[in-house]
T-cell receptor, first 116, second 115 residues
């Protein structure tokens, strides 16, 4: 079974600084996708960034980027120029690459606090 | 374009009762998945519905059941409620066959408290 581990229950960063959230996963499959989701107090899960396992290039979305280390099964999220609106729970998630597979396996989450 | 909508937003039940939660997928989506998120934890996959059938199921007992209607909306039913069923229940929708990463869109959830 696939597992996702986030070892940082809480992180804090000064506004405008950079912070990195860690995630490791375990799978025996070669085709899969990895995601970072943000969950603010409104409770709605919002997709931050995705990474296809077959792509060597790390994904980037504006201030958000990932460091995908496939051999090490590591998938960290870097947030640059942190803003107060980035404060939320962040979840790392895994999905199999099989067409139609919808099950996401989530980590335990990291609570990110932005200090003004 | 309406996103994923869930109802009710909050509800309180007592042990042994039954509950029904509802979800309307994002416009154009045909697949609905349900997740249980206990306080301070990541969401856990309950099951997925496509073409009105349960297609995939997580490690949840038979007390958890669901249904998908022809308009793609879905219900989650939980029977014989236990205190441990207290959680945020999230609904997510997507296209079943996307040929790509198939982004899931989530609703804001239904907060169930069992007393």
């Amino acid at each position: 079974a696939q597992t996702v581990t986030q070892s940082q229950p809480e992180m804090s960063v000064q506004e405008a600084e950079t912070v990195t959230l860690s995630c490791t996963y375990d799978t025996s499959e070669s085709d899969y996708y990895l995601f970072w989701y943000k969950q603010p107090p409104s409770r709605q899960m919002i997709l931050v960034i995705r990474q296809e396992a077959y792509k060597q290039q790390n994904a980037t979305e504006n201030r958000f980027s990932v460091n995908f280390q496939k051999a090490a099964k590591s998938f960290s999220l870097k947030i640059s120029d942190s803003q107060l609106g980035d404060a939320a729970m962040y979840f790392c998630a895994y999905r199999r690459g099989i067409q139609g597979a919808q099950k996401l396996v989530f980590g335990q989450g990291t609570r990110l606090t932005i200090n003004p | 374009d309406a996103g994923v909508t869930q109802s009710p937003t909050h509800l309180i039940k007592t042990r042994g009762q039954q509950v029904t939660l509802r979800c309307s997928p994002k416009s154009g989506h045909d697949t609905v998945s349900w997740y249980q998120q206990a306080l301070g934890q990541g969401p856990q996959f309950i099951f997925q519905y496509y073409e009105e059938e349960e297609r995939q199921r997580g490690n949840f007992p038979d007390r958890f059941s669901g249904h998908q209607f022809p308009n793609y909306s879905s219900e989650l039913n939980v029977n014989a409620l236990l205190l441990g069923d207290s959680a945020l229940y999230l609904c997510a929708s997507s296209f079943a066959w996307t040929g790509n990463t198939g982004e899931l869109f989530f609703g804001e959830g239904s907060r169930l408290t069992v007393l």
